[in-house]
């Protein structure tokens, strides 16, 4: 079967089977390998993408769902609140071993894209389920605040 989907704004056709996870068409058919494997129980994060701007678990969405969607992967994230995010996260050094960080960023960029100034409560709810081996919470948190002042600015 062929799937034709927008793919960091290009038009992309992938031959595969309907019930192929997109993260595998993402990795293994297109070379996408910004999203990462985690858990493929859509508990870590680590294989985030963005769905017509909203964050999803690639490792639970079957391609046979992302028909002629828009999506967004960590090679192709652009626009004014992503510029901040990665700002911010170089400012902070936020990464350590950086295998959740495709996830964390795109989750980051999805808050601030629906909400400019978001409290502790909304950044929380917002990252939940985005699993950092290395516990790099408190930074992720700052850095987000961060990113919000600039995109004010």
């Not at 960023?105 to 990252?127: G, N, R, S």
Request: charge should be negative; hydrophobic fraction near 40%; include cysteine.
């Amino acid at each position: 079967m062929s799937v034709t989907l927008t793919l960091n704004g290009q038009s992309r056709t992938i031959d595969a089977e309907p019930d192929t996870p997109l993260l595998w068409a993402l990795r293994d058919e297109l070379g996408m390998t910004g999203t990462k494997f985690g858990c493929g129980i859509a508990q870590c994060g680590a294989c985030t993408v963005h769905l017509d701007g909203m964050p999803i678990r690639s490792c639970q969405t079957l391609l046979e769902d992302v028909e002629g969607a828009n999506i967004t992967t960590i090679e192709g994230i652009d626009g004014k609140a992503a510029k901040a995010v990665q700002a911010a996260w170089q400012e902070l050094n936020v990464p350590q071993c950086g295998y959740c960080q495709s996830g964390q960023i795109l989750a980051a960029t999805a808050l601030l894209a629906e909400t400019p100034k978001p409290t502790d409560e909304d950044i929380d709810a917002a990252m939940d389920g985005n699993v950092c081996r290395c516990a790099t919470y408190a930074r992720i948190r700052k850095a987000i605040h961060i990113a919000a002042e600039k995109m004010e600015a």
